[in-house]
RNA sequence: GCCCGAGUGGCGGAAUUGGUAGACGCCCGGGACUUAAAAUCCCGUGGGUUUCGACCCGUGCCGGUUCGAGUCCGGCCUCGGGCACCA
């Protein structure tokens, strides 16, 4: 028997599919929304480590359509961004005109993999019937006070030229090119993902998502309990108000930094340190944040005035600034209590500043003077009457305490910022706004709606802050929907994420030009079942996404607070050890193994490669063995397809056991086990089939609905082999039987002092005593002369016999 | 520095959650078929000792619990990932 013809069979089913659906659109059964983080078409086309999520994605759509649901299983194109404009730049070729030809290799690539992709349900974020939405949902956030323009010190990208949000300035790198980032002061556009900070946490709970995913997006959002204070500062009426989360280390406050941009700086600063002063403000704001992470020490000057801690008025805290005081989180300024904290430490010991300890350990000498910084709990000292209380109460009290004086209350921070929204490149969504000079900002009216993005001469970006689209005047002017004199409109566009925070919703209603999505299309399929998708996106696209949707369901466009119900992230796909990518040359092309192998070859490799949530290495030889299971599998059924007989006992038995193999691994999502099992039970079939010469019509029906998902075209050969005349996936998924998986005999393990000393083979109803007389039997040589202290039976497993001399 | 993962044959990886470690596959070796090769099929394949019946040792390291530990507990080591002055 030589290879199956894969090429032709798969090309037959997959032609006979276009003609012929395997779902009925108008089909009332449940729905399930199957969904896989749609791609940003790029000119390298797809690699085989893509494939795997779509893979899975694709697999798991097919189950749960022969489980009988009506499957939703869209694809589209998060097509605005920085490649393709790139490219423009480079080529002098409008973004539009690329996007559009990588996205045709792509979608040749999609469909070979056979996947049941609705096509009839594609969408492209830079459709102007798609971004109109996105512009609508903005000027939604305008109204409501959540998109808002403010003056600020922004990521920059010197490369791309644009400012960058926080989430795509980890590191102090700028997610896309890695450059370092340095601040820049710029009139932005913001959106107020702050205001659902509370909701973004707390709402994570419920989701079954990976607690990874979960985790990250917590510590993103990073909230944390403490208590704002306001301390005075000597001869003078200014008040400087800290967070801090350790209100019980209030008497330990030795000293206070400020960051370099706080307002209070200028006012405070004394005349002898002015000079040094300016000079560290304008040293700060010049330097890149790679640049201030990287500083092995603290730095910083002193201001030359005096805080007086409130509950120790003769402690005078002398004033500093320094950059490891972040200026845009809690209030720009801090309370030091050196002696608690790491970095207040270091700074203390840089600059020599007085320490004082408050808490001490249990049973620690409270004479002892304190070597290291200590940041355990404890017990109070040199804190007045909090002295010997727990740390944790006095926590408690000394927030009361400040309350009562009226300094101080408990409040929450975030370490979640605001969303810089703006970005100063041409390929994006325009923001529909227009700036009058008499009505001030106004967002172009929804029946204007969408603002559409004019040609340009040149895509270059400026250095100067401003999108290339600065430069197009007839569009930039116009005038104004409300007063209707001369105005110009906004020239930045928005940022990737806009377009993707929100597609999930469209699927369900792509071609609706009245609204995002019609009530019933969004009832009937959102949110999403199962979303299907690489962890890169844990902080970005995924809280973005969410936001928005808890937005959306503020304003009544939607009837849910969380988009995706449950989520899977699938492990990367390496080559040597290396993510694959065209600079390094270790890129599979999907289109070289299909031609070789065939794509349910290919889908089954997939699979196989290893734990889908992990990352694997690609085998170039691995894929053999899934090839020659598929060609088993085909002559298997060449031979027997004929002869179909009555179930021996061993075939039922073989058929309730395979079922129930591949459906629990299907359901745990091991799929590397699924095809384990596929290979392993198919292999039993075959000698039994060679012994009974034939094979039982419902084993062959089981095994071919239940490879239907992993291997379509095959599988609807063989359906189609044994003479039916309808899809496979008409079928229902089999069901098992436990009590027909029981054999009749059952195979022990014979155990001495727990070690292997044989095995035993005996009646599945033999009685305890039965079973331990067989096993001493065959241990006779290992008993012989000893003392048998204990006998262990566990039904069904093992036989341990204790023995001593 | 902090927070997650993960360490099992030559390799990718299994192990029904405390019960026969190494399923399934790759590679490799032997055989059948063939003029030959490819393809296919069969057998072998953790290490060691061996009187060929079997016996020792083996899941990163050290210790513990248990009749029994890859799995549970304590302490380390290594690798991968995430965050990183958030007061």
């Known amino acids: 028997m030589s290879r199956y013809d894969f090429s032709s069979i798969e090309k037959k089913w997959r032609d006979h599919w276009q003609a012929n659906p395997i779902q009925d ?119 409501k006070g959540l998109a808002y323009e403010k003056d600020m010190p922004l990521n920059w990208c010197p490369k791309c030229k644009t400012v960058l949000a926080n989430e795509e300035a980890l590191g102090g790198e700028c997610e896309r090119c890695k450059s370092g980032v340095t601040k820049k002061m710029l009139r932005q556009w913001m959106l107020k993902i702050t205001a659902y900070a509370d909701r973004l946490l707390a709402d994570l709970e419920n989701l079954d998502w990976p607690e990874k995913v979960k985790k990250m997006q917590a510590d993103w959002i990073g909230k944390s309990y403490g208590a704002e204070l306001d301390f005075e500062v000597e001869n003078s009426d200014q008040k400087i108000r800290v967070f801090t989360t350790r209100p019980d280390t209030l008497y330990g406050a030795t000293f206070m930094v400020m960051a370099p941009e706080h307002p209070l700086v200028a006012r405070l600063v004394s005349a002898e340190q002015a000079e040094a002063v300016k000079d560290y403000v304008q040293r700060a704001a010049s330097r890149s944040s790679v640049d201030r992470m990287s500083d092995k020490e603290k730095t910083g000057v002193f201001l030359g005035c005096y805080a007086i801690n409130p509950l120790d008025r003769d402690m005078k805290m002398p004033i500093w600034i320094s950059d490891y005081v972040l200026a845009d989180y809690g209030t720009g300024a801090i309370m030091c209590v050196p002696a608690h904290d790491e970095r207040d430490f270091e700074f203390a010991k840089k600059f020599d500043l007085y320490i004082r300890q408050v808490i001490i350990a249990e049973g620690e000498d409270a004479n002892k003077p304190l070597e290291e910084v200590y940041t355990n709990d404890g017990l109070m000292i040199n804190s007045g009457r909090f002295n010997g209380m727990n740390n944790r109460q006095a926590l408690e009290e000394i927030s009361q305490e400040a309350e009562k004086m009226g300094i101080g209350k408990q409040t929450t921070n975030f370490k979640l910022r605001d969303w810089v929204f703006s970005r100063q490149r041409y390929w994006g969504e325009p923001i529909p706004i227009i700036h009058c000079p008499t009505c001030g900002i106004v967002p172009v009216p929804e029946d204007q709606l969408p603002v559409l993005l004019p040609d340009v001469e040149s895509y270059l970006p400026t250095d100067t802050g401003e999108s290339p689209l600065a430069a197009v005047t007839e569009w930039v002017n116009t005038t104004c929907p409300t007063c209707g004199i001369a105005a110009k409109r906004e020239t930045n566009t928005m940022p990737t994420w806009a377009g993707s925070s929100w597609y999930f919703l469209r699927y369900a209603d792509p071609h609706n030009d009245e609204q995002l999505a019609g009530s019933e299309a969004l009832k009937k399929w959102l949110p999403v079942d199962y979303y299907v998708g690489g962890v890169e996106h844990a902080v970005l696209h995924l809280l973005y996404a969410r936001f928005y949707t808890k937005f959306l369901y503020d304003i009544g466009a939607v009837e849910f607070e969380e988009p995706f119900v449950k989520l899977f992230n699938q492990g990367m796909i390496t080559r040597h050890g290396r993510k694959m990518s065209k600079s390094i040359g270790n890129g599979i092309s999907p289109d070289d193994i299909i031609s070789q192998y065939g794509c349910d070859a290919l889908r089954l490799y997939e699979l196989f490669v290893g734990p889908p949530a992990m990352d694997s290495d690609w085998d170039d030889s691995g894929i053999e063995g899934v090839f020659r299971y598929l060609t088993r599998t085909r002559k298997l059924f060449n031979q027997y397809k004929d002869n179909t007989i009555e179930a021996t006992p061993e075939m039922t038995r073989l058929r309730h056991l395979f079922i129930k193999d591949i459906s629990q691994r299907l359901d745990n999502l091991t799929m590397n086990t699924v095809v384990s099992g596929f290979m392993e039970h198919t292999s039993t079939l075959t000698d039994l089939a060679k012994k009974a010469g034939g094979i039982d019509a419902e084993t062959m029906d089981a095994l071919t609905i239940m490879l239907a998902p992993f291997a379509p075209h095959l599988a609807e050969e063989l359906w189609q082999m044994r003479g039916n005349k309808d899809t496979v996936f008409a079928n229902e998924w089999p069901k098992y039987d436990e009590s027909q998986i029981k054999s009749d005999t059952l195979n022990l393990a014979i155990q001495v002092n727990g070690r292997l000393r044989g095995q035993l083979t005996v009646d599945a109803n033999a009685s305890k005593e039965d079973v331990l007389s067989q096993a001493k039997t065959e241990l006779a040589k290992w008993l012989d002369g000893m003392q048998i202290v204990k006998e262990i039976y566990v039904p069904g497993k093992i036989v341990n016999i204790v023995v001593k001399q």
């Open 25 to 143: 659109e108008n089909s009332d059964k449940p729905t399930h929304y199957c969904l896989d983080m749609f791609p940003y078409p790029s000119g390298e086309g797809l690699h085989v480590g893509h494939w795997r999520g779509y893979v899975l994605s694709d697999v798991l759509s097919r189950y749960k359509i022969l489980q009988g649901y009506h499957v939703l299983h869209p694809m589209g194109w998060d097509a605005f961004g920085l490649p393709a404009e790139n490219h423009a730049i480079e080529h002098g070729i409008h973004p539009a005109v690329n996007t559009a030809e990588n996205i045709r290799t792509i979608k040749r690539q999609l469909k070979e993999i056979g996947a049941v992709y609705d096509w009839d349900r594609e969408i492209n974020t830079t459709d102007p019937a798609y971004y109109k939405w996105t512009q609508w949902i903005f000027v939604q956030m305008f109204k």
